[in-house]
């Protein structure tokens, strides 16, 4: 997850760097690992982050279109991503 989203090195050069090393651990794995760890761990974070919005007076929310290719939805339907900010 810190070369993916910190060092930015996309999953498919991950895969190829491990088998340099003599290592196969697919992209695929590794999607599974980080969604199941965001799901694991920074949901604790995340339901800290959302309880703590509504103890501020002015709360701002936006809803962005994004492309999202599995979500069980048919192709074309449309996506958000949701953001709140506080004052």
Not at 26 to 38: D, E, G, H, L, P
Request: with cysteine; charged share 20%; net charge positive.
């Amino acid at each position: 997850m810190n070369a993916k989203y910190v060092n930015a090195v996309p999953l498919y050069r991950q895969e190829q760097e491990f088998e340099r090393y003599g290592l196969h651990i697919s992209r695929q794995n590794m999607a599974n690992w980080t969604i199941q760890c965001a799901d694991r761990y920074l949901a604790v974070l995340y339901d800290y982050l959302h309880k703590k919005l509504y103890g501020y007076h002015v709360l701002q929310a936006d809803e962005t279109p994004v492309l999202v290719n599995k979500d069980g939805r048919p192709a074309g339907a449309k996506s958000y991503m949701c953001y709140a900010l506080s004052f």
